[in-house]
């Protein structure tokens, strides 16, 4: 039983482009929402993160859109660069912090140049 | 500084041998933890600690034992190695309520 289920699961984008991937959960006990980004070789590195409380977070061209009422939460990259190039993960937990983590299964982001 | 530090970071294994993955981390965090990393399954917890001495399941446990002796170290053992237990394993640590996790690079284990 997947908690977080993640799509697409791979992307291409051309540079210049917004990137968009989208994660569904189905426990409202989850209080904590954080994106992953991991390149190939690497551990996941924590990119950005939200609380319920709010249906939007920015930084740079990183952005979280929260629909409590729908239980879903995307990852919007703006202007998409080569350099993100990775896979990136969406995450739940409960607690408000990054206690016992359950990931969405990952999308594969390719920007071409 | 650091992180965290997983060995070994590549690791072919028999089945029905066992092996310890191991992590440490210097940043005196309370909270570790092990995940496996499968094709379009995500991470999944496999044990975590709290601190030392105290240890508990996650998602994923069978197969895997560990133990945390001290802050810094925190192992996994395989005892018997299957073929399903093929995949990637990160450890993470933690402070207590913090919201970022920090993983190690991780070891890539196939057993044949």
């Known amino acids: 039983q997947q908690q977080v289920k993640q799509s697409p699961q791979s992307l291409i984008v051309q540079k210049g482009g917004i990137s968009i991937i989208n994660c569904a959960y189905e426990?409202?006990?989850?209080?904590?929402f954080p994106w992953y980004q991991q390149f190939p070789g690497k551990g996941p590195a924590l990119l950005i993160a939200?609380?319920?409380?709010?249906s939007e977070k920015k930084e740079g061209r990183f952005t979280i859109s929260f629909n409590k009422s729908a239980k879903q939460f995307s990852l919007h990259i703006m202007d998409s660069q080569p350099g993100d190039s990775a896979t990136y993960f969406c995450?739940?937990?409960?607690?408000?912090?990054?206690?016992?983590?359950?990931f969405g299964s990952g999308t594969q982001l390719t920007v071409l140049p | 500084n650091a992180g965290v530090t997983q060995t070994p970071k590549f690791q072919v294994l028999k089945t029905g041998q066992s092996m310890t993955l191991q992590c440490a981390q210097d940043?005196?965090?309370?909270?570790m933890s092990w995940y496996r990393q499968d094709p379009g399954m995500g991470l999944r917890l496999i044990h975590y600690?709290?601190?030392?001495?105290?240890?508990d399941q996650g998602e994923v446990p069978n197969g895997y034992n560990v133990s945390r002796s001290t802050t810094e170290d925190f192992p996994l053992r395989l005892l018997s190695a299957a073929p399903s237990q093929t995949s990637v394993y990160f450890c993470?640590?933690?402070?207590?309520?913090?919201?970022?996790?920090?993983f190690g690079q991780g070891t890539r284990l196939t057993v044949v």
């Open positions: 993470a640590s933690r402070w207590t309520g913090a919201t970022e996790a920090f």
């Open positions: 426990n409202t006990a989850f209080d904590y």
């Open positions: 939200i609380r319920p409380d709010v």
């Open positions: 995450a739940a937990s409960i607690g408000g912090s990054a206690r016992q983590l359950t």
């Open positions: 940043m005196n965090h309370e909270y």
């Open positions: 600690s709290v601190g030392a001495g105290i240890t």
